[in-house]
Nanobody, 114 residues
Framework: QVRLVESGGGLVQSGGSLSLSCAAS????????MGWYRQAPGKQRELVAT???????RYADSVKGRFSISRDNVKNTVYLQMNSLKPEDTAVYYC????????WGQGTQVTVSS
């Protein structure tokens, strides 16, 4: 069984930065695509960014140029650097990994005040 543990998040003012990390542990053979999703109150969960094992990235249009996803294949960890944060970035951020089946973290709150 694979487990994802997220860290980071918190409260930041508009224009500020935050970093998230998510480490996979357990019976890992190989972790393929990893990613971050978010869910704001009253909204559906949406993709933020994904990164393949060979580091091909994909971003939601709303975060392009502000967020950066990276990963460490040795540590089975994915990171999300969030810069120029806006109040509309406020949400619970979830880590997801294909290890090899889709697994989700418990979520971490990011709140951006105006």
């Amino acid at each position: 069984q694979v487990r994802l543990v997220e860290s980071g998040g918190g409260l930041v003012q508009s224009g500020g930065s935050l970093s998230l990390s998510c480490a996979a542990s357990g019976s890992i053979v190989r972790v393929n695509t990893m990613g971050w999703y978010r869910q704001a109150p009253g909204k559906q969960r949406e993709l933020v960014a994904t990164i393949t094992r060979n580091r091909t990235t994909r971003y939601a249009d709303s975060v392009k140029g502000r967020f950066s996803i990276s990963r460490d294949n040795v540590k089975n960890t994915v990171y999300l650097q969030m810069n120029s944060l806006k109040p509309e970035d406020t949400a619970v951020y979830y880590c997801q990994a294909d290890a090899p089946f889709s697994t989700w973290g418990q979520g971490t709150q990011v709140t951006v005040s105006s």
